[in-house]
C-alpha cells in the first residue's frame, strides 16, 4: 500500500484478504504447516521458495502484521520478535560478531544499555557510547577498524533526548556501516527514521504501537538501502555463502531489500527462538489500526501537562522537546515537526521526599513500569527501578531523585492536570 496515506496504512496495509476470505487478520495458531511431498518442504529448507513450515522462524499472523510496520516505516522487509530487547539484539547481532565494535548513543533504554555493554560484551562485541549530543568529530573518532553498526534511540527512554538522525547516518556510511535506529517513542506516525538515512529500524511494539499494554513485542525493518555487498569484507554472514543452507549467499540472492531480514530470520529465529506469538500479533495489529488517531492525543495531552509543570513553582525543571526552553527543541522541530511523544519528565524542587509524596497522591495516574500507555503511568526511578542507587549515582546515571517521569496516556488533558495539580498540593 506504498501509495496510501499513513492513516489508511494503518488500517489496512499488511493483510489484504481476497473474496471471500477472513476480513480480520487470522490468527494462525499452529507451530507447523503441512506439505504434500518431501521436494516442496525441502525447497523451504534451502530458502528456494517462500512458505511456511515452523512457527519458531515465521508465522503468516506475524508477516502480516510486520508487512503493516514495514509499509509504515517505509521499509522492505520486517520480522515480529518477542519483544523490543530481542528486537534489538537480533538487529546488532544479525551483523555483529565476536570481535566486532558497535557505536552506540550513551542516552539509550536501561535494557538496551545493559544488553550492548554487558551481555554482548560477553559474546565478544565491545562498544563506544558518545553523547547523542557530541560533535561531528568526537563521533568520528569512536569508530574502530572493526566497528560493523551504530545504534540510537529517536527519543531515548527514559531521558528523552533527541537524536541527530541526519548526523549519525552520515558518520555511520562514511565508515561503511549501517546507522540502527530504535524509534519506539515516536513510532512512524510522527518520525521515520529511514527518510532521514538510518538503515535499520527496531521498535519496542509493547508501547505505543500495542499501546494498550496487553502484549510484549518488538519489531526489526529495514530500509532495503544499505548496500551490503560494496562493504563484503565488513558483513562475511551476509555476503559470504551459508554452510546451513548449501551455500546460499543472502546479499547476492535476495538483494539489498531482502537480505537482511532474510537472514535474521533464517539464521537467528532458527537458533535462537524468541518470535512474537501469533496471538501477540494479532493484538499488536489491533493497536495498529488506531495508532495515527491515539499518538496526536499522546502528543496534546504531553505538551499540555510539560507546560502545565513548567509554571508551577513546586517543579524544578521539566524535559519535554515541546517545548521551546527545551535543548532538543530545535532538533525536534526538524525530526519531529508533528509532535514528539506523550512521555514527560521533570524533577521537583523537595527532591526524593517530595517525589515519593506526589507519587502516592496521584489518582488518575498509577505507578508502573510501563509507558507509552492508552492510559497515564508515572514513575520515579530513584524510589523503584533504580533503588539499588545512592543518590550520586543516580546523578550520573541521568536519573536523580527528584526526577518523575509520567507518560501521558489518551485520557483527557483536564483531568490528567488536575490529577496532577492536587497530588503537587499535597507536598508540603
Ligand atoms: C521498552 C523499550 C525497549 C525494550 O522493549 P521490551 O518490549 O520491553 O523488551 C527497547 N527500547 C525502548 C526505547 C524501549 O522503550
Known amino acids: 500500500m506504498k501509495n496510501y496515506k499513513m492513516n489508511t496504512k494503518c488500517v489496512q496495509a499488511g493483510y489484504r484478504p481476497g473474496n471471500g476470505e477472513p476480513r480480520q487478520v487470522p490468527i494462525i495458531q499452529s507451530t507447523t504447516f503441512k506439505y504434500d511431498t518431501s521436494e516442496d518442504m525441502g525447497k523451504l529448507f534451502d530458502l528456494e521458495a ?3 513450515f515452523y512457527s519458531r522462524l515465521q508465522n503468516p499472523t506475524n508477516d502480516y502484521v510486520a508487512a503493516k510496520i514495514a509499509d509504515m516505516e517505509g521499509g522492505t522487509a520486517a520480522m515480529l520478535t518477542s519483544s523490543g530487547q530481542a528486537a534489538n539484539f537480533f ?105 532521514w538515512g538510518a538503515d535499520i529500524v527496531t521498535h519496542s511494539t509493547t508501547k505505543y504501537m500495542d499501546g494498550h499494554g496487553a502484549a510484549l513485542g518488538g519489531a526489526v525493518v529495514d530500509s532495503g538501502t544499505f548496500d551490503w555487498m560494496a562493504h563484503a569484507d565488513k558483513f562475511p554472514g551476509l555476503c559470504t555463502p551459508d554452510d546451513s543452507y548449501h551455500g546460499i549467499t543472502y546479499a547476492e540472492k535476495f538483494g539489498k531489500e531482502g537480505a537482511f531480514i532474510t537472514k535474521c530470520t533464517a539464521q537467528l529465529m532458527r537458533d535462537l527462538g524468541s518470535i512474537q506469538s501469533p496471538q501477540n500479533a494479532f493484538i499488536l495489529n489491533l493497536g495498529l489500526e488506531s495508532l495515527h488517531v491515539r499518538m496526536p492525543r499522546h502528543c496534546e495531552n504531553g505538551q499540555a501537562v510539560a507546560e502545565f509543570l513548567q509554571k508551577h513553582p513546586k517543579v524544578a525543571y521539566v524535559n519535554y522537546c515541546g517545548l521551546p526552553s527545551d535543548k532538543y527543541y530545535e532538533v525536534a522541530k526538524k525530526y519531529l515537526p508533528n509532535g514528539s511523544c506523550g512521555v514527560v519528565s521533570f524533577g521537583l524542587k523537595g527532591g526524593r521526599e517530595a517525589a515519593e509524596i506526589f507519587m502516592k497522591n496521584l489518582k488518575l495516574a498509577a505507578i508502573e513500569t510501563h509507558v507509552a500507555d492508552a492510559r497515564t503511568c508515572c514513575l520515579n526511578p530513584a524510589t523503584s527501578t533504580h533503588r539499588q542507587m545512592n543518590d550520586e549515582q543516580l546523578k550520573e546515571a541521568g536519573v536523580p531523585a527528584e526526577l518523575i517521569r509520567i507518560s501521558c496516556g489518551i485520557e483527557d488533558k483536564e483531568d490528567l492536570i488536575s490529577d496532577i495539580s492536587q497530588a503537587l498540593d499535597c507536598i508540603k
Not at 542516552?107 to 545493559?114: A, H, Q, V
Not at 527519543?155 to 562514511?174: G, R, S, W, Y
Request: net charge negative; charged share 15%.
Open 50 to 52: 517462500t512458505g511456511y
Open 91 to 195: 538487529a546488532l547481532f544479525n551483523i555483529c560478531n565476536c570481535g566486532d565494535h558497535i557505536v552506540a548513543s550513551s542516552s539509550i533504554y536501561g535494557g538496551t544499555f545493559n544488553l550492548i555493554s554487558i551481555t554482548m560484551a560477553k559474546m565478544g562485541v565491545t562498544a563506544t557510547f558518545v553523547s547523542p549530543d557530541c560533535t561531528e568529530e568526537e563521533l568520528n573518532a569512536a569508530f574502530k577498524p572493526n566497528t560493523k553498526a551504530v545504534f540510537g534511540e529517536t527519543i531515548a527512554n527514559p531521558a528523552l533526548t533527541v537524536l541527530d538522525i541526519e548526523k549519525f547516518a552520515n558518520a555511520a556510511h562514511a565508515h561503511g556501516v549501517p546507522l540502527i535506529v530504535d524509534n519506539t517513542f515516536p513510532t512512524p506516525i510522527n518520525c521515520r527514521p529511514f527518510e
